[in-house]
């Protein structure tokens, strides 16, 4: 059975940082994508990163692109989100994700998920 579990939400101010981590369990990864989506109260899950299995192809929404990295560690099936500059709007429940095939931004498509983790930024 496929896990995925989620860690690293916390509140932080303004400006601050954090690293999100997603570690998945129960088959081979060889061939997955793994990416973040995140949802606000009262609004729609969105795309936030995505990365292919080999680390080599990364897409990011345009409101986090140049302040999240996607990165995973392939030899211990987890996936890093870090997260720079956090802003207000950034404050959601944080989802990882993970699908065969090429990389995708919809997450209807994606075909296991982590219980999520809250990030919640103060101003």
């Known amino acids: 059975q496929v896990q995925l579990v989620e860690s690293g939400g916390d509140l932080v101010q303004a400006g601050g940082s954090l690293r999100l981590s997603c570690g998945a369990s129960?088959?081979?990864?060889?061939?997955?994508?793994m990416g973040w989506f995140r949802q606000a109260p009262g609004k729609e899950r969105e795309f936030v990163a995505v990365?292919?299995?080999?680390?080599?192809?990364?897409r990011y929404a345009d409101s986090v692109k140049g302040r999240f990295t996607i990165s995973r560690d392939t030899a211990k099936n987890t996936v890093y989100l870090q997260m720079n500059s956090l802003k207000p709007e950034d404050t959601a429940v944080y989802y990882c994700?993970?699908?065969?095939?090429?990389?995708?931004?919809?997450?209807?498509?994606?075909?296991?998920w982590g219980q999520g983790t809250q990030v919640t930024v103060s101003s």
């Open positions: 994700a993970t699908k065969r095939g090429l990389p995708t931004v919809t997450g209807i498509s994606y075909e296991y």
């Open positions: 990365i292919s299995w080999s680390g080599g192809s990364t």
């Open positions: 129960g088959r081979t990864f060889s061939n997955y994508v």
